[in-house]
């Protein structure tokens, strides 16, 4: 049999890495970067190999699979539709549209064709109790896009190869490739940068792989970044630095945030972030002097206590040093097919509702993940008592996930989309197996936005569908049609996954609708199967602004709000909030090459060598303890424990423990039978499901006061 190659970009991760993907029949013989790539030139991680093993899992369910009384048993697509087509409308009949809760997980996002039908699967049962990953990860972005530009997906990204000053908080882009930053090739990025004379500047608790290619490292206490940010921007007021330029003329609301900063002491700020004032002062002048700076955070600064505030505050701090939507700042991208300026995505709202427990505001049709459990465990009116799981794992990776799986177990009917039987859908009545990422076709209908540079790619399968097999958005339109059927709905026909993108490659930016010379349709694509670079990003503001009245709103209500309370706190008691007493540790996460959140463990490639799950603590905290390298500990929160083996190590700041997410797979009924050899604790066992951001709800997963001791 000859030897074909394929291309196409990774699904993995948000680096969109292209592949070179060799075949023979059905086998697969190489994976390995595409030197063509425009973008990402041939770099690739690890994790792209082990395509090939999840493509081959014999663990990868392949068949619809029902749970009952004697076991899981499998039967044909026809009778599983029919089956969860009538227990969802049964209780949408009895209870009404909100006991169906619907959760969508982080490889949604991965895979358009599922973004593009579980939309329109989910206008057809009309719950309010709509959840996704956006709530443990990028909630704060999105809701600042809508505020402060307009729209949820204007997400200013970091024009690093073109920067003289990148400072990045809470981000480990060395591990991570990149996140709201699609840039694949990271380290070569960085050198490159250096090398122009340039300098990245890492704020951290731990010294991460990122920190440790930096030309400088701070660590930061958990949760300390809003301090630190309001220091830097205050420096900037206050000895005249601030240069907005241009942007000033379309910019509202910058002297309301002056005023609001007046008060504050450089010296209060310092202490509250654990970096010295002269530091902080430091890092201001350098920002202000660079040509072009970008200022960047994520996980660590979104995701805790006041990962909004954070957030607000990098936007500004982008804004007053003039760097926003300037070359080797953070400017929007203009992708092929328009998510932003389009019919395919919509601006946003916030608070339109409310959850029925908690009272947590609602983004963008989605309630926070954190109240997803007590909305099952708390009767009356509206609770919870079915759910839908596409692609996510939600009981390893939201907080209080015990809580969670206790509350699943509780449930009248779960659906779970996914090949795998993980923590999660192994509690599901009906798990339905998509076709495997390699089975179906790839457009990154959200990554491209997201870009370093405006990038377009479209591949096709690398091996037909499987005749027994079914893509993703083909459940959702089988499932939806039964379902539409079962309620009375009338149901119109839907084009299929690429023939939204050819509409919208024809009606965006580069296509024949606007008159670009370049008239992008999916021919076009498919006469580059390494991706086609679109350049640089440009400056596009005032205009790529989606206010009406064209201007970006930079001091929304509900920051200054926040701003106010966490003045207030700081002047209060500046030291309780951040370390209750000597005995307690914070714990924040990490990430590893080798590791995808709560998956892609059931391949040895991956998982050999040194366990990668181990407590990361400072020799000093161990010494503290009596405890040594290898023990195994007891770590304590207000939640409940975990036992881990521990390890010294002097990346960590002392009073700082760090243990990644994603394990802890040695439960009932899971089937992975790679990963439970290297099961892990899940630290989301620890995190605190009312531990959240103020502002909107998005869980505080950094920073969880824990103890630990000997086991
Ligand atoms: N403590 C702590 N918790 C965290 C984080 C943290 O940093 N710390 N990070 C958070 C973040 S950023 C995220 S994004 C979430 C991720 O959390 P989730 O989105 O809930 O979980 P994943 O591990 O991404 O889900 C993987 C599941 O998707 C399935 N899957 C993969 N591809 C497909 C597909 O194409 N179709 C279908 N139907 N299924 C597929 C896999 O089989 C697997 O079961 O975790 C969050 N949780
Ligand atoms: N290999 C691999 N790559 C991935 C993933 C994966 O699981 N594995 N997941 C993907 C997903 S879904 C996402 S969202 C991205 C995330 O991408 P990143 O955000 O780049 O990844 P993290 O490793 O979570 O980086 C968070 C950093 O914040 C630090 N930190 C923790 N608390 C604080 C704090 O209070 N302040 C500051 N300043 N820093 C703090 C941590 O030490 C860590 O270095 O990665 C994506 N890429
Ligand atoms: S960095 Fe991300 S996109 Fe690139 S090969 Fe690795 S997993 Fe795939
Ligand atoms: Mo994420």
């Not at 068949?63 to 009538?86: F, H, K, M």
């Amino acid at each position: 049999m000859d030897e074909r190659s394929h291309y196409r970009a990774c699904n993995l991760c948000e680096a969109i890495c292209g592949l070179e993907i060799k075949t023979r029949g059905n086998a697969i013989v190489a994976i390995r970067g595409d030197a063509e790539d425009p973008f990402s030139r041939g770099h690739i991680c690890p994790k792209a190999v082990a395509l090939k093993d999840l493509h081959e899992d014999p663990d990868r369910l392949r068949q619809p699979l029902r749970r009952t009384a004697n076991g899981w048993e499998s039967l044909s697509w026809d009778s599983a539709y029919d089956y969860a087509a009538e227990r969802l409308a049964a209780l949408h009949g009895e209870h009404g549209a909100d006991a169906i809760a619907m959760y969508l997980g982080n490889p949604n996002v991965h895979n358009y064709g599922s973004m593009t039908h579980a939309q329109r699967f989910l206008g057809l049962i009309r719950t309010k109790n709509r959840y996704s990953a956006t709530s443990v990860d990028q909630l704060p972005h999105q809701l600042l896009g809508y505020w402060l530009y307009g729209h949820q997906l204007l997400v200013a990204i970091p024009d690093i190869d073109h920067s003289d000053y990148f400072l990045v908080l809470g981000a480990n882009p060395m591990a991570s490739n990149g996140s709201l930053m699609t840039v694949p090739d990271f380290p070569k990025r960085l050198k490159a940068l250096q090398a122009r004379g340039g300098r990245m500047v890492v704020i951290d608790p731990r010294r991460s792989e990122t920190a440790a290619v930096a030309d400088a490292h701070h660590f930061i206490r958990p949760g300390g970044d809003a301090a630190f940010l309001l220091g830097v921007l205050k420096t900037l007021f206050d000895e005249n630095l601030a240069r907005p330029g241009r942007l000033a003329e379309f910019s509202d609301g910058l002297d309301t945030v002056r005023a609001a900063l007046a008060p504050l002491d450089a010296a209060t700020l310092a202490a509250a972030s654990g970096i010295n004032a002269a530091d902080i002062r430091q890092i201001a002048h350098d920002l202000a002097a660079a040509p072009r700076a970008a200022v960047y955070g994520r996980m660590g600064v979104s995701v805790q206590r006041h990962g909004t505030l954070c957030q607000w505050l990098i936007q500004l701090l982008n804004l007053v040093t003039g760097n926003l939507d300037r070359p080797g700042g953070t400017l929007f991208t203009l992708p092929a097919v328009d998510t932003i300026d389009s019919p395919l995505s919509k601006p946003g709202h916030f608070g339109k509702w409310r959850s029925r427990v908690r009272g947590l505001p609602e983004f963008g049709g989605e309630l926070p993940v954190a109240a997803l459990a007590e909305e099952m465990l708390t009767p009356g009116a509206g609770q919870v008592r079915a759910l839908i799981t596409v692609a996510g794992n939600p009981v390893l990776s939201t907080p209080n996930g015990r809580q969670l799986d206790r509350a699943l177990a509780g449930l009248d009917f779960m659906l779970s989309i996914d090949f795998y039987r993980n923590e999660t859908t192994r509690h599901a009545d009906l798990i339905l197996p998509p076709t495997s990422a390699l089975e179906h076709d790839h457009y990154d209908l959200i990554f491209n936005v997201f870009a370093v540079r405006n990038t377009t790619r479209y591949n096709p399968p690398v091996f037909p569908r499987p005749d027994d097999a079914r893509h993703d958005w083909e459940i959702f339109e089988a499932l939806g049609a039964r379902l539409a059927a079962q309620l009375g709905t009338p149901r119109s026909p839907y084009p299929r996954p690429e023939q939204l993108i050819e509409l919208g490659l024809a009606a965006g930016p580069y296509g024949a609708q606007r008159k670009h010379p370049l008239a992008l349709n999916l021919k076009t694509l498919a006469a580059h199967p390494h991706g086609l670079d679109l350049g640089p990003l440009q400056p596009q503001l005032p205009q790529r602004l989606q206010h009406t009245d064209k201007r970006i709103h930079c001091a929304p209500p509900e920051m200054l709000a926040e701003l106010a309370q966490f003045c207030a706190e700081l002047q209060g008691a500046p030291d309780t909030a951040v370390a209750p007493d000597l005995n307690t540790l914070q714990l924040i996460g990490r990430r590893h090459v080798r590791s995808n959140n709560s998956w892609m463990h059931n391949y040895t490639r991956l998982v050999k060598g040194p366990e990668r799950h181990q407590l990361l603590m400072h020799p000093s905290d161990l010494a503290a303890r009596a405890l040594q390298t290898g023990a195994n500990v007891t770590v304590r929160s207000r939640i409940g424990s975990v036992v881990v083996a521990v390890q010294a190590s002097e990346d960590v700041m002392p009073g700082v423990v760090s243990l990644p997410h994603g394990w802890g797979h040695n439960r009932d009924g899971v089937q992975l039978d790679i990963a439970r050899h290297h099961a892990g604790s899940s630290v989301n066992d620890l995190t605190d499901e009312t531990a959240l951001d103020p502002v909107c709800g998005n869980a505080a997963l950094n920073g969880v006061p824990v103890t630990v001791a000997a086991a």
